[in-house]
């Protein structure tokens, strides 16, 4: 938690702790998968409508990991 404030993303780690549902699926052992949000994204008839300017992602000092997710779900090299 200290960490997640001194890099900036506190207001991210609060906004999870009010996420009951979220973090005792994560503590069961249950993983998040960005990939299913995005792909929920991708089949919105209208997705302009919704002003999304981009997707931020925080890799948390895990970036070759980040990057080679990041690769997997674009396709570009093999899961």
């Not at 960490?3 to 993303?9: A, E, F, K």
């Not at 994560?26 to 919105?44: A, I, K």
């Not at 302009?48 to 992602?57: C, F, M, R, T, V």
């Amino acid at each position: 938690m200290e960490l997640s404030v001194r890099i900036g993303v506190g207001s991210s780690i609060r906004y999870l702790t009010k996420q009951h549902g979220l973090v005792t699926s994560m503590l069961r052992g249950d993983s998040y998968r960005p990939e299913t949000l995005l792909d929920d994204l991708g089949r919105v008839p209208d997705i302009e409508a919704l002003s999304i300017k981009g997707i931020h992602l925080y890799s948390f000092n895990q970036v070759i990991d980040t990057i080679d997710w990041q690769r997997r779900i674009a396709g570009d090299i093999p899961a």
